[in-house]
């Protein structure tokens, strides 16, 4: 991609309104833009990053057994009311009327309209276990939206739910979802920790919410270190087996919020140099909440005996746009934004710093040709801005690898390798080059 033809507003200055460091640079990386108090439209940029970001979440649902489908944002006022929610949710759920006069809802959640769904079309204990999910935006109208897309009041959420015919299966889903969690996550190049968590208006008595650590994090929390360098289960892990014990380090170790235990209380018993205590940022929440839904809204299946039972249930959510900035706060520097290669918006950019010069040109284009032919997505910067802005620029944006071609080092041959990361610059042959950063 030529950055001539690129829509890429990036900013200067940092906007009065961005309070921490993920929207500072959201906003000044060409991400993001405001709309209205917490409703941002995604630019090209930042619309790169979240499909990288969903489509990681969708591998790792899909793995697990999850089947995708799509639910509509609005759903009938009538089935929360039969659930006994509708009344219950509070003012963050946005009600609004159709021009018939019926009550309707931009859904902030959706375990009725699934449990409707369900109950209309599964009769029958062996058509489980299933767990359905889909990508979708919702709506929960904050009172005060703040930090970006971190706590904005129309969010992308990937939900899932599970049904199942008893406790136990449905315990088994749950450690499912519990797995594929820890894998998206460290393919974001997050380090997560579960932590017991407060189902909250969702309801049951099982909830894991997954923590990233970071200095700007709307919780304290605490947790034994050990947790920290747990090896998360590999790309083998076989979904069909029975996952408790594989899950059973990550839920029999410390670790909890503020809101859930008394930290000296509950790290009681573990050695005080293991002791962490930071702030966290929520970037996937699990519940199993049994029959809360399908009891009240009569979605039973028959059992091996011929019985109607109600289903067992659970919820799993993870927020993309919350985990762009997430990402961010885990990754970045004084100049701008570092990302993980696996949703960086490209992998390469490659500057030209001297437009309209012959060499240059030609060993631009053959790059670009070259890499891209080996699959690398590259953003090309052939405009006119002295050398030193478009390597700025690069630095905010974020991309892991940049390729600097000017006429000194074509002289000798040579173009410049720059890792945002690390920050090591290596001058390389244009062919070594290639090799290196299509290896």
């Known amino acids: 991609m030529r950055l001539s033809r690129y829509f890429l507003p990036t900013l200067k200055e940092t906007p009065r309104e961005a309070e921490i460091v993920s929207h500072r640079l959201m906003l000044r990386a060409g991400m993001i833009r405001q709309e209205a108090a917490g409703i941002y439209a995604w630019l090209p940029l930042g619309k790169r990053v979240l499909d990288k970001i969903c489509q990681i979440v969708r591998e790792e649902q899909n793995r697990a057994g999850a089947i995708e489908f799509l639910m509509p944002t609005l759903q009938p006022a009538d089935l929360w009311i039969e659930s006994g929610r509708y009344d219950d949710y509070g003012q963050e759920m946005l009600r609004v009327e159709d021009r018939h006069g019926r009550p309707m809802l931009y859904g902030p959640t959706n375990e009725e309209m699934i449990t409707s769904i369900f109950r209309s079309s599964v009769r029958s204990y062996k058509d489980l276990p299933l767990n359905l999910y889909h990508i979708q935006w919702k709506m929960r109208d904050e009172v005060r939206p703040r ?100 899950v059973a380090p990550f839920t029999s170790g410390y670790a909890a919020t503020e809101e859930m235990h008394n930290e000296e209380t509950f790290l009681a018993d573990v050695p005080e140099e293991r002791r962490v205590s930071a702030r966290g940022i929520e970037v996937g929440h699990i519940f199993y909440f049994g029959t809360k839904y399908s009891a009240p809204m009569n979605a039973v299946v028959a059992g091996p005996d011929g019985q109607d039972v109600p ?41 030209n710093m001297r437009p309209g010069d012959d060499a240059c040109d030609a060993a631009v284009a053959d790059l670009e040709a070259k890499l891209a032919a080996a699959g690398r997505e590259v953003l090309v910067d052939a405009t006119a801005p002295r050398g030193g802005d478009k390597i700025a620029q690069m630095d905010l944006i974020g991309l892991p690898k940049q390729v600097i071609v000017g006429p000194k080092g074509l002289a000798s041959g040579e173009v410049e390798v720059k890792d945002r990361k690390t920050g090591e610059r290596t001058m390389m042959t244009p062919e070594a080059a290639i090799n290196a950063l299509t290896n």
């Open 311 to 351: 289903v067992h249930m659970g919820s799993y959510g993870i927020g993309p746009t919350r985990l762009a900035p997430a990402i961010i706060e885990a990754s970045h520097d004084e100049n701008g934004i570092i990302w993980p290669e696996s949703v960086a918006p490209f992998h390469i950019g490659l500057i």
């Open 147 to 246: 930090f970006g897309t971190m706590r904005s009041r129309e969010f992308l959420m990937k939900d899932a739910y599970s049904f199942d015919i008893d406790k136990d299966a449905a315990r088994r889903a749950y450690y499912r979802m519990f797995v594929a969690y820890l894998r998206t996550f460290e393919r974001m190049g997050l380090k997560s920790v579960p932590m017991q968590a407060d189902s909250g208006p969702i309801g049951g008595d099982l909830s894991h919410e997954f923590i990233i650590l970071a200095d700007t994090g709307e919780s304290a929390v605490f947790c034994d270190k050990a947790l920290l360098d747990l090896p998360v289960p590999g790309e083998d892990t076989d979904f069909t087996g029975d996952l408790v014990d594989l």
